[in-house]
């Protein structure tokens, strides 16, 4: 039976963490959150952002354009906020309507707001390992490996998907400690068998419980970052948790493992933004 690594309960200490210090700090801290069109699920999930923030003690505040906007008008929200000294972290809610040039938006941000580190520069910060703004999933998932006393050093990690927002950078934050990381995606060859090294796995690739036991080692930390619906229109990861949980050493649930890991790391992220704001505006 594996362990299970609770992001509910580590988020929650994240975030205490966070409040006690912009209490402790007298800090002033502001996240905006940008939505495009009334896509529902977008919708909630922007709720619960929101609802962090409260708790930790960080003022938010939500900006919501037409399903039918184009991209200069989201690049002018973005420059109304960027100049905001109030708001220290910007986040674009995906996904966006089609019509909106997503890159051009996210290369809009200040740096020093892209909270969510999707711009190309922060991407390369990570990817060369000099970083504060950390993409938030991997982060999320570093932050949970390290509070769980997870070695990384020296051990097989498998990514199974390379997106820019979880794949890449997880790799290379896995990197960074000193595992020895493959990276898998749709066109690899023998990927049970890649798995199947793995003494750290982690799946990223969006498809319905895709991770079978054949896929893992015996004790293996399996951590699934996948959000999908199952055919009963459940939320379900992309392991199949009841065939894995058996054999792993340690395994993530969803819902409850990865997303809150996610979102405690927005806040951190947005603490983070406001202090380096700060130190410039010091300087
Ligand atoms: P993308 O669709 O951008 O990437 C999916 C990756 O999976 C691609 O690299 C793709 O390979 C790979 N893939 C697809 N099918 C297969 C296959 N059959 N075998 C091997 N690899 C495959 O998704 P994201 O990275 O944005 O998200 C991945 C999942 O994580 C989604 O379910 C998403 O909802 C979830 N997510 C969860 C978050 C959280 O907080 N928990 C945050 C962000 C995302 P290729 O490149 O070759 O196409």
Redesign the pocket.
Known sequence: MAKILDGNILSKAIKNEIKAEIERDNLKVGLAVILVGDDPASHIYVNYKQKDCAECGIESSKYILSESAGTDELLSLIDTLNEDSGVNGILIQQPLPKQIDLTAANERINPLKDVDAFRADNVGRITIGDYTLGS??PA?VMEMLRREEIPVSGKECVV????N???KPMAMMLLHEHGTVTI?????AN?KEVCKRADILVA????AN?ISAEYVKKGAVVID????RNEDNKLCG?VDFAAVEPLAGYITPVPGG??PM?RAMLMKNTLTAMKLQSELNKA
Not at 184 to 188: D, N, Q, V
């Open positions: 938030c999933t999320g199974v998907g390379r997106s927002i979880v794949g898998c995606h749709s066109r690899t990927l990223a690739i969006g498809k895709f970052v996948g959000i999908n992309d990865v997303g996610t």
